[in-house]
């Protein structure tokens, strides 16, 4: 997984490398905030199937989710999102996700925009027939290509993130590495 991760990586770098052109922005738009607020939908492999060992699940747990992009300039924009992986459960196992951090437009192509990101938060795991649960830092990397519809609506037609969960259960010192995508649709707010 962690060769995916890297390669989703260097796509997006050497897309940003491809630059055609650009144009400048009207002075009249810069330096405004914009806040789009949205929902997806998610897949993710939980890295997590019982026992209390970290190992690849059968069942991918499926889920919806919402999130908030706040765009301070081109390249200063935050995003948080939370999600709720519920669906598709094997013995009671799910996941959830608080996540908040800085995303990087690479690029824009048209009405397609592709994006790198790295959040950090707190995921919550409930464990095998509800025995436990816990509360883990997370750290995620992802990326994802944003479709604008129109001035105030945009497509997130592809989301990936690859997340590091670092001790995540009790008597172990191991990690645990959910992986998984999204795709959903925004509103500007303003």
Not at 2 to 12: D, E, G, R, T, Y
Not at 47 to 72: K, P
Not at 154 to 174: L, S
Request: aromatic share 18%; with cysteine; net charge positive.
């Amino acid at each position: 997984m962690k060769k995916i991760a890297v390669v989703c990586f260097l796509l997006f770098v050497s897309a940003a490398a491809f630059q055609a052109g650009a144009q400048v922005v009207p002075a009249a738009t810069t330096g405004r905030i914009h806040i789009d607020a949205g929902g997806f939908g998610s897949a993710f492999q939980p890295d997590y199937q019982g026992g209390g060992v970290a190992s690849s699940s059968a069942n991918w747990l499926f889920g919806a989710g919402a999130f908030v992009d706040v765009r301070f300039s081109r390249w200063a924009q935050l995003e948080a999102e939370g999600r709720w992986l519920r669906f598709n459960q094997f013995v009671n196992i799910h996941q959830d996700n608080y996540l908040i951090g800085p995303k990087v437009p690479i690029h824009t192509w048209g009405k397609y925009t592709p994006y790198g990101k790295f959040l950090f938060g707190i995921g919550h795991m409930n464990f095998e027939f509800n025995a436990t649960s816990c509360r883990c830092a997370t750290l995620v990397y992802g990326g994802g290509v944003d479709y604008k519809l129109s001035d105030k609506w945009t497509v997130r037609a592809v989301d990936f993130e690859y997340q590091q969960w670092p001790n995540w259960y009790v008597n172990q010192n191991a990690q645990l590495h959910p992986y998984g995508f999204s795709s959903g649709i925004s509103y500007r707010i303003f």
